[in-house]
């Protein structure tokens, strides 16, 4: 496997205000790799160093095969970004944004209407072609805004939260297209702080006020910063008894969720049944269902997020 | 929705070999933003009618309605000698119908009272011992007291009764002097604007300061509503260079800003009768040197303003306001505080102007106007080399 994106402690700082610190990874080629955190974290600054809109103060990094600080208008021509801030103009059609950006990158004449066309046509939005862009609703503009990034057919694209804002169908409708554009090969780099959407990633960073504070594949993530077994029970008096769940032998956490209670516990000290029946035992308390779950990768960021200092100091060592 | 038709993995092809080929797509890159820019403006017909309608309302308006030829100058007369001779030369002098009388006083203190009321721009004071003066066939001493105040017509108002008294004089068989204060100057647009025809001196003044606010302020709006709108971001990231990005976005406004000169000059050419006594090379090469010069300042001021508020505020000041109070549009530039004359130095109006009623009105050539050229076209590579530069260093 070929890498896209190889980066080396890059990092990037406002006066005295570090906003990436000593950053790390590679992204494969065709990977929809997803960079997972809180406002302010980082993300957007990493997306931009990478993208050769802003000059990293330390660190390498290489897009494309291309040094960012070296050799910045070649990573230009190698990759597509989508901004977070929606940023086509919304005075012109749909076609018109298009055909703009394809002159941006050298199309002309029936090369650029081909392209428009398939473009249209990849983003299902051929009947809107006339449309004007502030016409468009939310999710339609960051179909169009896709688009525009994926118009001159970049190795390499970078999308900066699209999804922000949008509604859910419009998210998997979105979600749909960055799959099938990975799947043909092209590398992916998504941020975004929905966690439903990272479990569509192949990988994923976490970032942690400018660090990178775990790296992996979904499920890998779970396993190292959520291990155990998790039991979602629901029922009555639930809520108010968790403390008392929680001091129940082999249990690691326990936490309301929706209208239930996730309940986590080793497996080698406990089992499913033994849980329930101490859960029933406590006074005040009715167990209507019990339901095996996964981790989600919301308890991995909190865990990941608790555990930064310490890693820090790990890191250092 | 088709998935499979988006993607492609095929290595850009945005990174041309040869120089020719980068030279193309570099043209595409800037025609891209040129139409672009150009939806825009259809977009908000507002920059248009900015663009064309302003020079023909401002012709109108200046050439019509606020013409400093007054057919009839407003003066009150201070007759201290009140004799059949004074009375007679008075009425000479009023008779022609340039001079009104606006009033009478008892003696020139007054007038300062005049001038503070408004009435009257000028008094004229015929002094005690006229009659005997005119009797011992001694030179006549007539005063006039001019209103600083208005400058452009102090000046018109000047020649009218200079012109106005000299003949009513001689009609008497007197030899006239006149004690002016302000003492006069002697305009030049005296001698090639016989007529005193104030169009004529105005016209060449309007062009610029009307092509200063379609060139300035249009452009001005150019790129600070990029980064109004976040667009410029995105505009970044792709292989697009500075220079083509102000190239491209010059495109249209350049066009507008021609249009807007011709405008001006066929409108001044026939509704006043604007001659073209020099040569009209040298009036293109000068609007044009001008106009790049206008486009570069608005184009440096959208790029440092980075939002349309402060973009439209800094037009006015840094262009608009000095294109017409500072160039010699309104008020002579001999006649400004030093401080002012020094800065008038760098109002490119200032040069155009200059050249401008040379070439229209007195026949100049290039002998005449290199230096201003000169001055212009400096101007226009100074703006944009700046422009270019901060262009790139506001971003990172
Ligand atoms: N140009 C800048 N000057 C100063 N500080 C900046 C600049 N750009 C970003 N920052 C700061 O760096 C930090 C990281 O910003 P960044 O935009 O990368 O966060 P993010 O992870 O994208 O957050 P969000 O989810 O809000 O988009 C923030 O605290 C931000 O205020
Ligand atoms: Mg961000």
Redesign the pocket.
Known sequence: MTKSIVVEGLGRR?GD?V?VRDVSFHVQKGEIFGYL?A????????IRMLSGLLAPSSGHARVAGHDISKAPDKVKASIGYMS?KFSLYLDLTVRENLEFFGGIYGRWGRALDRRVEETLESIGMRELASTSTAALPGGLRQRLALGSALFHQPPIVFLD?PTAGVDPASRREFWKLIRGISSAGTTVFV?T?YMDEAEYCARIGL?VAGTLVALDTPAALKKQWVPGRILRLEGQGLVRALPAVRGLGGVVEAQSFGNGVHVRFDPARTGDEAIVASVRALPAVAVHSVEAVEANLEDVFLAAADAKAEKAIRGAA | MSEASLPRTEPSAALPRTKSRRRTSSLRRIFAIARKESLHVQRDPQALYLALGMPIMLLLLFGYGVSFDMDELPVVLVDEDATPESRALSDAVFASGELRIAGTARSADAAHQIFADRDANAVLVLPRGLSESIARGEPVEVQLLVDGVEANSAAQLQGKAEAAVRAASLSLGATPAMAMSPPTETRLSTWFNPEERSQLFLVPGLAAYILAIVAVLLTALTVSREWDRSSIQQLFVTPVRTWEIVMGKLLPYFTLGVIAELIVFVTGAWVFDVPMRGDPIVLGLASLLFLLGMLGQGMLISIVAKNQMVATQMATMVSMLPSMLLSGFMFPIENMPLPLQVISNVVPARYFIHTLRGVLLRGNGFAEVWFDLLMLGGFAFVMFTIATRRFKRELA
Do not use: D, L, P, Y
């Open positions: 406002f205000f906003a955190g406002n302010g974290a980082g993300k957007s600054t990493t977070q939260e941020t702080h970032m």
